[in-house]
């Protein structure tokens, strides 16, 4: 099948339309990050950067730290950019834009994201690391796809079941990491967990300034909820669509969160740039070594 060209949109240049990248452009190992500022954060620790691109909020640096190429691009915040990120970069890795035919032999990519993070058990730390194990997503995206065969229905039966939250429109998904992939970067230093992705930051949150949210025991209801001896660790806004939209691409992906916030105890990270760095520099150290 040929895709047409409102579906598969390029730009003049033949760049895909919103990252304005070319598939030379990228590697088959991607960090992604939520803030523009922060793919520097990254790059600058590359012994080269050989690609420097961006548009919009989607910022790209390729280049090579210790021999293995990289790729930092930053998302913007919410799975709604989620959704243009990882279908663009899978089409760059994955669909021949001179045919616009998919390809037969596809790449696999690997995919880590280093983000920020807020805590909803009193016993997590600030200013340490999560890895999420599964992510479940209260937004909505995989809804929109054929997604049954890459989520965790028995979580999600489970958490409706405990939740009640339909009658709020709120269906909720779960998607589970790539264990392999996790494998590479996991350690004493990390944490596993399961992580909540929300379409929001004040109310989709539970967070309250002028205006009340509906939900009043939002954050109560997630951290008492219990899966196979597993409990909500975090709450954050990216991790259920990368995983979902990476399952169903074939491509690998983990997400590793920064606790900057602990909701339950009320704290926040007076050191969080010092503590994304720190995360920075070990995913790498663990990517190249």
Sequence with gaps: MTLGESELILNPDGSIYHLN??????????????????????????????????????????????????????????????????????????????????????????????????????????????????????????????????RDLNLESELASQLRWEKFGIHPYAVSYD????????????????????SGFYGPQGRTLRVPPKIKDFNTKLANFSFENRLITNLEMETAGIYGLAKLNGHRAVSLNAILANRITGEFSSNGFKTVDRLIKYTLDKLVS
């Design 179 to 198: 264990e392999k992939l996790a494998n590479t970067i996991v350690s004493t230093d990390i944490r596993l967990g399961i992580t909540v992705t929300n």
């Design 21 to 150: 990248l070319l598939p030379d452009d990228i590697s088959d190992t991607i960090i992604t990050v939520g803030d523009p500022e922060r793919v520097k954060s990254v790059s600058k620790y590359f012994d080269s950067i050989e690609i420097k691109k961006e548009r919009r909020e989607f910022y790209t640096h390729t280049g090579f730290c210790k021999n293995k190429k990289l790729t930092v691009i930053s998302t913007g915040i919410g799975t709604d950019n989620i959704d243009i990120v990882f279908n663009e970069l899978d089409a760059l890795a994955n669909i021949d834009f001179k045919t616009r035919r998919i390809k037969e032999n596809k790449t696999r990519l690997n995919f880590i994201r280093i983000g920020t993070s807020g805590a909803i058990q009193a016993d997590i730390p600030v200013d340490s690391f999560l890895l999420s194990s599964t992510a479940i997503g209260l937004e909505g995206l995989l809804h929109f796809y054929d997604s049954e065969h890459v």
